[in-house]
Every structure is written in structure tokens, then in C-alpha cells.
């Protein structure tokens, strides 16, 4: 008897949790009736009761802070909403709790300077947006071996514009040296590219021309001395009878073979 009574108790206590859980849930998502949400909203993920997302608008505008969560409920992103403001701040986390990206949204777009980390909090990245594009400096930096090395060393940077590369890249040495540089345009490499060995001499030399090799290209041994010379022309490798013809051609006509 006395078992029956409690699990009689545990069926009312479940019960009552679950219809308050329902009627709290079914206080949220309102909208006016101009067609404006208003208040609280929440998302669960399907066939769970373990929250997607939740926070609250005014006149169809998020205010105020926005959390989102993994599916196994852990905290993924606080997203805080200046009222009367266009400008949110945002943290995102990884699953183990620690921070993964810090910037700002501006009319909810990615806007300035956003840091990555990696899940041990070592800087992996940082981007720079303009009305959620990737517009300015792009910077990707080694993880260091030893945990207790806090340096922030380049491996590469990038130039964008309007999500676009556009500009200057570089990559580097851990030691700083430069690996490569060479030039985007419109998000195709254009011009000279250069890349380096470790020991600061040339390793090659390639030039394109709207994302193709284009002129001589050039490669070095350890020593910098050029050991390979090979020309292309929009993308295709000339050599023997044709490439003397096209040179002799270029020559009269006054071109140059790299443009």
C-alpha cells in the first residue's frame, strides 16, 4: 500500500511539473497584433525539452540578453541587446565552457574586430567586419606547444574587402621571418609572389595574372640560386619551339612577357 501511494505522489508531482512546464512555455513566443513579437521567447530543439535559444523583444527588436544553448543544454552564446541601440555584444563558448569568440553585431551583422580561441583560450584568430562582411585585417596566429607560452605569434595575414581577398597576404616563421608574400585582387592572386625559406632565401618566385600563372616563373635552391625558370601564359606552361616563337613575338612587338 505503501508503495502504491508513492508512486501515486511521483505521478502527481510529474504531472504537475509537466502542465506547469507546458502553460510557462505556452506564456512565450507572443506576438501583438500588429504581427511584433513581444516578451519572452524560447526555441527548444526538437523532441527535447532542453532550450535552443531564449530572450525577449520589444516591438519585434531583441533587447536585453539572448542565450543560446549546445543540445546538451550547456551554454553556447550570450548575446547582449543595447536597448535603443543598434550595437549587441556577443560571447560564443565552446562546448567545455570556455570562451571562443568575442565581438560585436551592429543591426545584427558582424561589425569591427571579433577574437577567436581556441577551447584552451589561446588566441586562434582575429577578423575585422564591416556589416557582416570580412572587410580589413584577417590574422591567424600559431598555437604554441607549451601551455604556459602566452606568445602571439602571425602565421598569416590577410587583406579583405567586402568579404573578398583583396590586398596584401603574408605568411610568416614562427620566428617572424617572412614565408610568403604575395597580392589578391578580387579574390584571385595577381602579381608577384614570393616565398621564403627558413634560412631567408628565396624558395620561388610565381607570377599571376587574374588567378593564373602568368610570365616567368622561378625557383631557387637553398642557397638562392635560381636552379628552374619556367613560363606561362595565362595559365599555361610554354616551353620548346612554341616558346621561342612566343618570345621572338613579344620581342618585335615590344611586350613585355611578364604583363
Known amino acids: 500500500m505503501n508503495y502504491q501511494?508513492?508512486?501515486?505522489?511521483?505521478?502527481?508531482?510529474?504531472?504537475?511539473?509537466?502542465?506547469?512546464?507546458?502553460?510557462?512555455?505556452?506564456?512565450v513566443n507572443m506576438i501583438d497584433d500588429k504581427g511584433l513579437k513581444q516578451g519572452e521567447w524560447a526555441k527548444l530543439y526538437d523532441g527535447t525539452r532542453v532550450y535552443k535559444y531564449r530572450g525577449t523583444f520589444k516591438d519585434d527588436k531583441?533587447?536585453?540578453?539572448?542565450?543560446?544553448?549546445?543540445?546538451?543544454?550547456?551554454?553556447?552564446?550570450?548575446?547582449?541587446?543595447?536597448?535603443?541601440s543598434s550595437r549587441s555584444e556577443a560571447y560564443y563558448y565552446h562546448e567545455n565552457g570556455t570562451l571562443m569568440s568575442y565581438g560585436i553585431f551592429k543591426n545584427q551583422l558582424k561589425d569591427s574586430i571579433w577574437i577567436n580561441y581556441?577551447?584552451?583560450?589561446?588566441?586562434?584568430?582575429?577578423?575585422?567586419?564591416?556589416?557582416?562582411?570580412?572587410?580589413?585585417?584577417?590574422?591567424?596566429?600559431?598555437?604554441?606547444?607549451?601551455?604556459?607560452?602566452?606568445?602571439?605569434?602571425?602565421?598569416?595575414?590577410?587583406?579583405?574587402?567586402?568579404?573578398?581577398?583583396?590586398?596584401?597576404?603574408?605568411?610568416?616563421?614562427?620566428?617572424?621571418?617572412?614565408?610568403?608574400?604575395?597580392?589578391?585582387?578580387?579574390?584571385?592572386?595577381?602579381?608577384?609572389?614570393?616565398?621564403?625559406?627558413?634560412?631567408?632565401?628565396?624558395?620561388?618566385?610565381?607570377?599571376?595574372?587574374?588567378?593564373?600563372?602568368?610570365?616567368?616563373c622561378l625557383g631557387y635552391d637553398v642557397n638562392g640560386n635560381e636552379v628552374s625558370r619556367k613560363y606561362y601564359y595565362l595559365g599555361e606552361l610554354i616551353k620548346g619551339k612554341r616558346l621561342e616563337e612566343l618570345m621572338d613575338y613579344m620581342k618585335s612587338k615590344g611586350i613585355n612577357p611578364n604583363h
Not at 62 to 84: D, Q
Not at 123 to 149: A, F, R
Open 5 to 27: 501511494k508513492f508512486f501515486f505522489m511521483k505521478y502527481r508531482l510529474l504531472l504537475f511539473f509537466s502542465s506547469f512546464f507546458l502553460i510557462s512555455f505556452s506564456q
Open 62 to 84: 531583441p533587447i536585453g540578453k539572448f542565450y543560446y544553448y549546445y543540445k546538451s543544454s550547456k551554454l553556447k552564446a550570450v548575446i547582449n541587446h543595447k536597448e535603443n
Open 118 to 216: 581556441t577551447p584552451s583560450q589561446r588566441i586562434s584568430s582575429s577578423e575585422t567586419y564591416l556589416n557582416g562582411k570580412l572587410n580589413g585585417k584577417k590574422i591567424i596566429y600559431y598555437i604554441p606547444d607549451n601551455i604556459d607560452d602566452k606568445s602571439q605569434i602571425p602565421s598569416v595575414i590577410y587583406t579583405y574587402k567586402h568579404n573578398l581577398l583583396e590586398g596584401k597576404i603574408t605568411e610568416y616563421f614562427r620566428d617572424l621571418s617572412i614565408k610568403l608574400v604575395g597580392t589578391y585582387k578580387n579574390n584571385k592572386k595577381e602579381g608577384v609572389w614570393t616565398s621564403f625559406q627558413a634560412n631567408g632565401k628565396k624558395s620561388s618566385l610565381v607570377r599571376y595574372k587574374n588567378g593564373r600563372r602568368h610570365g616567368w
